[in-house]
């Protein structure tokens, strides 16, 4: 039986801040939580403790185009030029690759205070479109690299057969996504058995968007989440809202709450353009809203009107969606900065309530963001041992507590402050660092130039 004990002079629990606490951490699981104890000998001593983040929008892969899309091009940049970047890099890879790549972005993200990831995994395919002789085979690279870097994985094999509204047929960039609804029944059941053996992981399904599954489509798969998460892509762009008017005569977010059963098994990433009907729809749903700030930012997305939808106690968590940066706390303060730029007021997403907003979007992101990845976050006793400790004597944490300790995080600090990392009660990062992070930024570096020498 493996037992930790652990001592925090301040730890985060689901009831707020508690001081001079022992987590012991029995098989991976929170086995007891004392408060207002001394440490002893044999307590392994910090001074911080926070729960672990979810990150419940990722696509591992778009890790190796970090910072290769951020030249001006012969047109307009936007979204759609970026995609088209993306769909050659996508064309280069193999299954090794995917896995390297896959396995820094995990790295990275444990070492950024996330502890699980939702992984919205559309690559599934051969670079000539044909399936692999293990139709699951990429998903499986997905689960070797969260298995290498031990982060918990909520898989999420993605169902994408259309180019845009109303069943277009697929482009040939979009080949090494493309299935059928039969072949995708064939396909969740081995990511089944990909994820088996990974502890504590997660199998959801992910209609990609409403651009590439028909409502008809998504209706005939949903038996397949089998009680999992159900993520969609939505409203990510103006161009999206208005093909899906000129298609159906209503908007995607108003489309999906009409046609399908949406509640909170679900998670509507990005959402950023709605109205206020359809915000109170998701709410009313209890929907997760998976808000990407820094990727929206980078792709020129758009806003989420966050304010109004946390004001109507909407739910919501972050993603780092294409990996261009991994930080959780960027994430947070990217959120809020949003709100400020556009409200012209500060701390937009604080409440009467919880006045720190560092303490209301870590908690926000942390509670919607396990429903989304389908699991029960914080550190419960029986919950795994994933939490994140901070290093308290940074120049920026020092002489802060409790709830400042958040707000000093989220908007002065990040990634750096991190210390350690557990994760089902094994520390993964220690002083910042991941124990593979040698082994696994070496083939990273191998993959990436063979992989962007082949352009
Ligand atoms: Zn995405």
Request: charged residues 25%.
């Amino acid at each position: 039986m493996s037992r930790t004990d652990l001592w925090f002079a301040s730890l985060l629990l689901p009831e707020g801040w508690a001081d001079d606490v022992r987590l012991t951490v029995i098989e991976g699981r929170v086995a007891s939580v004392t408060q207002g104890t001394a440490a002893v000998p044999t307590d392994e001593r910090h001074e911080i403790g926070l729960p672990g983040l979810p990150n419940l929008h990722s696509h591992a892969f778009q890790r190796g185009m970090a910072g290769l899309t951020e030249r001006r091009g012969p047109s307009e940049d936007s979204f759609w030029t970026w995609r088209e970047a993306m769909y050659r890099f996508v064309d280069r890879m193999e299954p090794d690759d995917v896995e390297a790549i896959a396995a820094q972005a995990f790295l990275e993200m444990l070492e950024g205070g996330f502890t699980r990831v939702g992984e919205f995994h559309y690559l599934h395919h051969a670079p000539t479109g044909a399936a692999y002789d293990d139709i699951a085979e990429l998903a499986g690279r997905i689960a070797a690299a969260a298995s290498a870097t031990g982060i918990a994985l909520t898989l999420l094999p993605v169902f994408y057969a259309h180019a845009g509204f109303g069943g277009q047929p697929a482009a040939p960039g979009q080949r090494r996504f493309v299935n059928d609804v039969e072949r995708y029944g064939r396909l969740i059941e081995a990511s089944r058995r990909a994820v088996s053996s990974l502890p504590d992981a997660v199998l959801g399904i992910a209609p990609h968007s409403l651009r590439a599954a028909t409502p008809a489509e998504i209706t005939t798969i949903l038996p397949l989440a089998a009680g999992g998460p159900i993520h969609i892509h939505i409203a990510e762009q103006t161009k999206e809202v208005d093909d899906c008017l000129a298609w159906s005569g209503r908007r995607p977010v108003e489309l999906l709450l009409d046609r399908l059963p949406v509640d909170g098994r679900w998670c509507l990433v990005h959402a950023t353009h709605v109205t206020e009907a359809e915000l109170d729809g998701m709410v009313a749903r209890r929907a997760v809203a998976g808000l990407c700030p820094i990727t929206e930012a980078n792709l020129g997305d758009g806003l989420f009107p966050a304010r109004r939808f946390l004001d109507g106690d909407g739910r919501f968590g972050v993603g780092s969606d294409s990996n261009v940066l991994i930080d959780a706390a960027e994430e947070l303060r990217i959120l809020e900065y949003g709100q400020r730029l556009v409200l012209r007021s500060r701390n937009a997403l604080a409440s009467p309530a919880v006045p720190s907003t560092g303490r209301r979007l870590f908690d926000g992101a942390l509670l919607g963001g396990s429903q989304a990845l389908g699991v029960a976050g914080g550190l419960a006793v029986g919950a795994p041992a994933d939490l994140v400790s901070l290093k308290a004597d940074d120049t920026t944490l020092v002489c802060r507590r409790h709830d400042q300790w958040l707000d000093a995080w989220v908007f002065a600090g990040g990634r750096a402050q991190v210390d350690c990392v557990w994760r089902a009660g094994r520390k993964l990062v220690a002083a910042g660092r991941h124990l593979e992070r040698e082994a696994i930024g070496r083939r990273y570096r191998q993959t990436l130039a063979r992989v962007l020498q082949e352009a």
